[in-house]
């Protein structure tokens, strides 16, 4: 086993290496130069994402889908991902994980636009859509959907659920004394309160807990920065500099090259805004909208939250702090900052990363649903949730490198077949973007609807 588990982690690390850095951030650019730059469309697609589309088919709001997908999406890579990029490649690297969230934009659009365009209403009414029914209606290819549905369901378990269950329990135990089977049995309430109530249970759940928590650790942010408020052009300047010159020695900091900068920047932006892994469209396509564009211009927006502010955010406070030239790695840089803020730092941290886990748990907990649904159809469904629940509780309590490993491999194997169907379906995602948004038909309906008994 354990030699198994050495090859899954080099195949893994191999993998999250440079392969995936070319093919996402390569589709990113491809995607922003093919739409013109959909990025300028951001103040509508914000203004969007508040208001309901009124009288559209689907599941949730346009906003309960949003906040759906950043309960996924923004989670302790935001906060230990960040700190990790700086550690391994200095301030420079939070402007290459900004850039990345910008450019992310463009295929968290696309694929969005594809999932929506490509989803099916099942029997019972509900909607059914991601990139495995892109890959089946849009592509024809069968053999691909099935692919993409099963390593997310793999992924979803492992990566969705047992490593951020793992997470709160380290967490809870660190910081409170809590035994990690007491906070193991609560989280698995907590889950399944929520998730057995299917896609309208966890985007109300969502709709208010993810502001609430993304508000609450900004707060705690900008508290560290007003508290620094004289060293943020400084600061400022550094990340820019040695984005492109490297940055040299300086305390504890080993010091980078710019290379290092980009690869670490990028490669944390990538992990954590997930734009062109294909998670974040399978509940896009749940979203009650009137055609496609709009429901992508509003989960585009998801890509800016999470990468664009949060992780920004994040890494200019571990910047402005002078954490980063101490000699500490990762989640140490983010302890050490937090604890500037007197007695309280430590809690609002802690609290942070918590909520950041848990709201991850109860949207890939929707992304694992919908993929074992369109393998098996909804007879699977109740089991897969039982097994969902369980493995966050063997998560919590245990430590399991070869099924964590597994499934981060699982993860990344995602993105392959949603980025083939990106590239080959540019140009009716161009076409779609032309007709409706371009041409200024954003209010248009679409009638066009598949039936299918999953």
Known sequence: MESLNNIVAKIDSFLWNWPLLILLLGTHIFLTFRLKFIQRYLGKAIKLSVVKDENAKGDV????????????????????????????????????????????ISTKYAESLLSTKYRIKTEDGTMAGGPMYVLEYGMNKKWLAVLFATFTSIAAIGTGGMVQSNAISMMVSDTF?????ISAVIICILTAVVILGGIKSISKVCEVFVPFMAGFYILGCLIIL???YKTIPNSL??????AFTGQAAVGGFAGSSVIMAMRFGVSRGLFSNESGLGSAPIVSAAAQSR?????????????????????????????NTGVWNKGLQGGQL??????????IGPIVLTVGLMTFAFSTIL??????????????GKKAILPYKILWIIAIY????????????????????MAIPNLISLIALSGVIVSETKNYLWQGNLEDTVEEEKVANL
């Open 61 to 104: 709001s346009q906003f309960s889908a949003l906040t759906t997908a950043l309960a996924a999406t923004i989670g302790t890579g935001n906060i230990v991902g960040v700190a990790t990029a700086i550690s391994l490649g200095g301030p420079g690297a939070v402007f290459w994980t900004w850039l990345t969230g910008v450019f992310g």
């Open 177 to 181: 004394k809590v035994p990690t089977k």
């Open 226 to 228: 007003a508290m620094g």
């Open 237 to 242: 300047h550094t990340i820019i500099s040695s």
């Open 291 to 319: 055609n496609p564009v709009r429901q992508a211009l509003v989960a585009s927006t998801g890509t800016f939250w999470d990468t664009v502010v949060v992780c920004a955010i994040t890494g200019l406070v571990l910047t």
């Open 334 to 343: 983010t302890k050490e900052a937090f604890a500037s803020i007197p007695v």
């Open 363 to 376: 949207g890939w907990s929707y992304y694992g649903e919908k993929s074992i649904e369109y393998l098996f």
């Open 394 to 413: 063997i998560g919590a309590v245990f430590s399991l490198d070869f099924v964590w490993n597994f499934a981060d491999l699982a993860n990344g194997l």
